[in-house]
């Protein structure tokens, strides 16, 4: 199914927020593991901006998704501020009290939560934080490990055994921007999360 997507607006504060209206799906996920590459690979597009550069994106950049052919939006996409690299944690961490963790404690059209973590690398304890945080608040949530392009099919497999194990053996779903491997699979399960946001 063909979706359009624009640019709506950044936010780095609660009061910049647009209203809620229609399922929200929220990007999160350490800096670099590929947050912004996932969205332009589900929309078909380059609207989000990647870089080499971790923690580039500093605010909540919301994304209005429409069906080709429907005049309303269908869903929202939410690409939050990377987390975990030294770097750049102590601007982080206050951006993280300022707006990230009201979003996600608050946000009342937020339908499904994706934790990106990065299938090349072993488990990390900030992940594990933020999925225990999800877990605690009843948020719904998905793990989506990206990158996959960069590993064979074995090794793809032991990843998300390996990962599975480490979170709890929560769903994963492999994924990669640069081939397209579970873009459908995401797909579908960002659609039933906002079909049953609306039906709740
Ligand atoms: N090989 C490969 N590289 C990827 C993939 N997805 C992202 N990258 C690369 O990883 C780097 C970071 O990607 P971004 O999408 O900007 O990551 P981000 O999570 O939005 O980063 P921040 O906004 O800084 O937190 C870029 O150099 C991308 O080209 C992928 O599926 N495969
Ligand atoms: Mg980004």
């Keep these: 199914m063909r979706v359009l997507a624009s640019f709506?607006?950044?936010?780095?504060?609660t009061a910049h927020f647009p209203t809620p209206t229609v399922p929200e799906i929220a990007f999160l996920g350490r800096s670099n593991v590929g947050k912004s590459s996932?969205?332009?690979?589900?929309?078909?597009?380059?609207?989000?901006?990647?870089?080499?550069?971790p923690g580039r994106t500093r605010s909540i950049n919301f994304y209005e998704v429409r069906k080709a052919g429907q005049p309303h939006p269908e869903l929202r996409f939410a690409d939050l501020p990377g987390y975990g690299y030294a770097k750049v944690s102590r601007t982080i961490s206050e951006d993280w009290a300022r707006f990230v963790d009201p979003y996600l404690h608050q946000r009342s059209s937020l339908a499904l939560s994706l934790v990106l973590v990065d299938s090349n690398i072993p488990h990390q304890e900030s992940d594990g934080q933020l999925l225990e945080f999800l877990a605690a608040k009843e948020r719904p949530h998905l793990i989506v490990a990206t990158k996959c392009d960069r590993l064979s099919g074995n090794q793809v497999r032991q990843a998300m055994n390996a990962l599975g194990r480490a979170y709890g053996d929560m769903p994963i779903i492999a994924f990669s921007a640069k081939t397209g491997i579970g873009k459908d699979e995401l797909w579908q399960k960002i659609r039933a999360a906002a079909a049953n946001f609306q039906a709740a």
């Design 38 to 53: 996932v969205i332009n690979s589900l929309l078909g597009t380059k609207l989000a901006r990647t870089s080499n550069t």
């Design 8 to 13: 709506l607006l950044s936010a780095s504060d």
